[in-house]
């Protein structure tokens, strides 16, 4: 399910993609969708819990991987632990 994040500060909206587990060909199909869009979305964000393998963002588009490490770092400096716990 696509999601998106709206950035009011900065005046963006960000195209978002989670994933429990992702390949390299799901990342790039998720880019290519995005691409589509480029109208609407300033940037990507594919958060993945468990990759198959690196999975590497289009260094020459505003595209960001989060894989588990980055996504736990985020829930610990953002004060999430509570709501992470209790959607689980």
């Given at each position: 399910?696509?999601?998106?994040?709206?950035?009011?500060?900065a005046?963006?909206?960000?195209?978002?993609?989670v994933?429990?587990?992702?390949t390299?060909?799901?990342?790039?199909?998720?880019v290519a969708r995005?691409?589509?869009?480029?109208?609407h979305?300033k940037?990507?964000?594919?958060?993945?819990?468990?990759s198959s393998?690196?999975?590497?963002?289009?260094?020459?588009?505003?595209?960001?991987?989060?894989?588990?490490?980055?996504?736990?770092?985020?829930?610990?400096?953002?004060?999430?632990?509570?709501?992470?716990?209790?959607?689980?």
């Amino acid at each position: 399910m696509l999601r998106k994040a709206e950035n009011a500060a900065a005046d963006e909206i960000a195209f978002v993609q989670v994933k429990s587990s992702a390949t390299q060909a799901t990342l790039d199909d998720y880019v290519a969708r995005f691409n589509q869009r480029r109208d609407h979305y300033k940037r990507m964000i594919f958060a993945v819990h468990a990759s198959s393998g690196d999975i590497t963002p289009p260094s020459d588009q505003p595209v960001q991987v989060w894989d588990g490490k980055q996504i736990a770092r985020l829930v610990v400096k953002l004060g999430l632990g509570d709501w992470v716990a209790t959607r689980l």
